[in-house]
């Protein structure tokens, strides 16, 4: 699943987890990166919140520590009317590798998936001494070293 474009994916990403805050900016920034590729997104997001929640607990991870994400990321997102704490805990535990019900994506909306997902990056990878661009960076050497090891 390479970017076909990861140059625009970033820009994307990027520009979506910086409009976090403005309910205007991050509709229009989550719906272009949708647009772009939903799932390419999704892929990406996700190893950088696995990597995110390593780097912030690495002797591991318990409930309480998922909790405690969930609840922070919640709470600083309550100009989000879409928020739901549900699709956070999906989110997660997409992430960390327990992929939900086939059925549970679809039904939820790939886009709102999408910007719980963006939120989520926003709370737990960026901030002082943790640039975005290096994240995203390190997701898509990721993604580029697992295809190649999945090629025969």
């Given at each position: 699943?390479?970017?076909?474009?990861?140059?625009?994916?970033?820009r994307l990403v990027t520009r979506s987890v910086e409009a976090v805050g403005d309910a205007g900016a991050f509709a229009g920034a989550s719906a272009d990166l949708a647009r772009f590729?939903?799932?390419?997104?999704?892929?990406?997001?996700?190893?950088?919140?696995?990597?995110?929640?390593?780097?912030?607990?690495?002797?591991?991870?318990?409930?309480?520590?998922?909790?405690?994400?969930?609840?922070?990321?919640?709470?600083?997102?309550?100009?989000?009317?879409?928020?739901?704490?549900?699709?956070?805990?999906?989110?997660?535990?997409?992430?960390?590798?327990?992929?939900?019900?086939?059925?549970?994506?679809?039904?939820?909306?790939?886009?709102?998936?999408?910007?719980?997902?963006?939120?989520?990056?926003?709370?737990?990878?960026?901030?002082?001494?943790?640039?975005?661009?290096?994240?995203?960076?390190?997701?898509?050497?990721?993604?580029?070293?697992?295809?190649?090891?999945?090629?025969?």
């Open positions: 699943m390479r970017p076909t474009d990861p140059a625009l994916l970033l590729d939903a799932e390419q997104a999704r892929v990406v997001l996700g190893w950088v919140l696995r990597r995110a929640l390593e780097e912030r607990h690495p002797d591991g991870l318990d409930a309480d520590d998922l909790r405690d994400a969930v609840a922070a990321t919640a709470r600083g997102a309550q100009w989000f009317d879409a928020l739901d704490p549900r699709i956070l805990v999906v989110v997660l535990t997409a992430a960390l590798g327990e992929h939900p019900d086939p059925e549970e994506v679809p039904r939820l909306g790939h886009a709102l998936v999408l910007q719980h997902s963006l939120l989520l990056v926003h709370d737990l990878a960026t901030g002082p001494g943790r640039p975005l661009r290096r994240a995203l960076d390190a997701a898509l050497a990721e993604v580029r070293r697992a295809e190649t090891m999945e090629m025969p």
